[in-house]
């Protein structure tokens, strides 16, 4: 059974920092793409950052560049997000997200982050 699990979401003033993790099971981990996404309160969900299987790839949306990092451990399959900078704007939920050989997307629950004084 395929699950991902976000932690690390929390309440920051603005210009801190936080690191996200998202712990996976039940697929081949190492082989897969990973992305963050986030959705803000009636918003839409948008993409926030992946990586490739190696690690080695890492785009970002165009909001986090420079302030976020994606990183993942295949040993331990977990994936991050190091967040730093924060900002109100970046208050949303933030989900962990891959596609299997299926090509259905699996999603993780979530975690919050709220980024207030």
């Known amino acids: 059974q395929v699950q991902l699990v976000e932690s690390g979401g929390a309440m920051v003033q603005p210009g801190g920092s936080l690191r996200l993790s998202c712990a996976a099971s039940?697929?081949?981990?190492?082989?897969?793409?990973m992305s963050w996404f986030r959705q803000a309160p009636e918003k839409e969900r948008e993409f926030v950052a992946s990586?490739?299987?190696?690690?080695?790839?890492?785009p970002y949306a165009t909001s986090v560049l420079g302030r976020f990092t994606v990183s993942r451990d295949n040993a331990k399959n977990m994936v991050y997000l190091q967040m730093t900078n924060l900002a109100p704007e970046d208050t949303a939920v933030y989900f962990c997200?891959?596609?299997?050989?299926?090509?259905?997307?699996?999603w993780g629950k979530g975690t919050l982050v709220t980024v207030s004084l």
């Open positions: 997200k891959t596609i299997l050989d299926d090509g259905i997307s699996r």
């Open positions: 039940g697929f081949a981990f190492g082989s897969a793409l």
């Open positions: 990586i490739s299987p190696s690690g080695t790839n890492t």
